[in-house]
């Protein structure tokens, strides 16, 4: 068997498409030899079911595989249980329009601890994770759910947080951002200490986990490239 390759694309529609629609963005990041692509719904869903369908269509056509990033707005640690079910109806309906596009993983950032300690935190992420996970079981929707590694202290989304939500809960994979990771801990900006992470995948995850695994990384000044193994998206 194959083992599955590093692919490359852009978050979000390519700036040199001919317009802004996702159709565009599928074509042209083939026209430039890249993927994969990351549907940005990072202010919300506004993609119908209908032309979830088109889109599709697209990338089967093209060979590109797509992901999807949920809104910003989730807070599973908000002290207010409507903010806490609006995030979780959020993130339901970014893997639902995800999944009927062909995407393999829903990026979302889970929390803020709002003064709260990490230890207390993660319970509470878990829960209502849980909840969204069980939804989609019920709903058979297999898409993965992604929670991304966070660059700020006030963040829910360290590497350990990540890996221990993907150990315990089915259905979860990490989503690691390099840059976020670096502006968090003021280092893991060189190969050697890069490769440190994967060990710490691989030690968590077992090495399935690296063949399945989906990597951010920034270049300047432009753009957020998302880099995933073939399998992972």
Known sequence: MKEPSLIFGTGGVPHSAGSTSTIAGIQR??????????????????????????????????????????????NLNSKEPEKVKASQGRLLLAARIASICGAGSVIFHAAFYLGDSPDTVYPVVKKYLSEVLAELKKEGIGIRIRPEVMGKASEFGTIEEVLRLS?????????????????????FNTYDEFITVLEQIERGLGKVALKNIHIFIFTFPVSVMAVAVKSAI
């Open 29 to 74: 990041i083939k026209e430039l030899g890249l993927g994969c692509m990351e549907l940005e719904f990072v202010h919300q869903v506004r993609m119908s079911e209908g032309t979830a369908r088109e889109v599709a269509l697209a990338a089967r056509a093209a060979g590109i595989s797509l992901s999807a990033h949920a809104p910003y707005y989730i």
């Open 167 to 187: 150990q315990e809960l089915e259905g979860v994979l990490p989503a690691i951002d390099v840059a976020h990771w670096h502006a968090r801990e003021g280092k």
